[in-house]
């Protein structure tokens, strides 16, 4: 929400920066919290990174009003090498465009989700997450790790981008961009494509 909202988001991200920062290189600075066999060093990171935000936000927000506790949906990327960790929380989305085909990568903590709705035709009555940072103090964010390709292209979006948006118009991002120079012109202007389209279709909120 505006307000509580914006500022519990920029917290979140500052907090999981934060800690990502100090933990690089430190593979004690996950003792504290939780360790998971499954993932590799730098996924621990994220996932711990992601409770250690997630309780910053909950204490902070125990001490005020409920109408002035704010939540955050986050999703974050973390690189070491051509293994990428992507840890989600919350009604964001990612997809993977490899050779003009699309992959969602994550699934969006909503309740059209929930509901089964496929993508590019969900319900703005239904637009609301299942799930925020800084709201519960059981938080489980959702991990996922993938080899990365040449030539691969990721899309992170807000839930005031993708609700509306086809695979095809992600596949489309593909096919302008190889044929551009300026590939960080490019991208930039892709990402503005993106938001316009949008808003065309009627996506209003939070357009990252």
């Given at each position: 929400g505006s307000g509580a909202g914006d500022l519990a988001a920029e917290k979140c991200l500052s907090y999981v920066k934060q800690f990502v920062d100090y933990g690089l290189g430190d593979s004690e600075v996950t003792l504290p919290f939780v360790y998971r066999s499954y993932l590799n060093s730098g996924a621990n990171l994220i996932f711990n990174a992601f409770l250690h935000a997630n309780q910053q936000l909950f204490d902070e927000n125990k001490k005020k009003h409920i109408n002035a506790r704010g939540g955050a949906s986050t999703l974050f990327v973390f690189f070491e090498g051509r293994t990428m960790t992507l840890a989600n929380a919350g009604s964001c989305a990612a997809f993977l465009v490899r050779r003009g085909r699309v992959q969602s990568l994550v699934k969006p903590r909503s309740y059209n989700a929930f509901k089964g709705v496929f993508q590019g035709s969900w319900n703005t009555q239904w637009d609301f997450p299942l799930m925020a940072m800084g709201q519960n103090k059981d938080l489980?964010?959702?991990?996922?790790e993938v080899r990365i390709e040449k030539g691969d292209l990721i899309i992170l979006a807000t839930d005031g981008v993708y609700?509306?948006?086809s695979e095809e118009d992600f596949?489309?991002?593909y096919s302008i961009l190889k044929k551009r120079d300026s590939l960080d012109l490019a991208?930039?202007?892709?990402n503005q494509r993106l938001i316009g389209l949008a808003q065309a279709k009627g996506n209003v909120d939070n357009q990252s």
């Amino acid at each position: 929400g505006s307000g509580a909202g914006d500022l519990a988001a920029e917290k979140c991200l500052s907090y999981v920066k934060q800690f990502v920062d100090y933990g690089l290189g430190d593979s004690e600075v996950t003792l504290p919290f939780v360790y998971r066999s499954y993932l590799n060093s730098g996924a621990n990171l994220i996932f711990n990174a992601f409770l250690h935000a997630n309780q910053q936000l909950f204490d902070e927000n125990k001490k005020k009003h409920i109408n002035a506790r704010g939540g955050a949906s986050t999703l974050f990327v973390f690189f070491e090498g051509r293994t990428m960790t992507l840890a989600n929380a919350g009604s964001c989305a990612a997809f993977l465009v490899r050779r003009g085909r699309v992959q969602s990568l994550v699934k969006p903590r909503s309740y059209n989700a929930f509901k089964g709705v496929f993508q590019g035709s969900w319900n703005t009555q239904w637009d609301f997450p299942l799930m925020a940072m800084g709201q519960n103090k059981d938080l489980e964010p959702e991990i996922l790790e993938v080899r990365i390709e040449k030539g691969d292209l990721i899309i992170l979006a807000t839930d005031g981008v993708y609700p509306r948006l086809s695979e095809e118009d992600f596949a489309e991002c593909y096919s302008i961009l190889k044929k551009r120079d300026s590939l960080d012109l490019a991208i930039q202007e892709e990402n503005q494509r993106l938001i316009g389209l949008a808003q065309a279709k009627g996506n209003v909120d939070n357009q990252s």
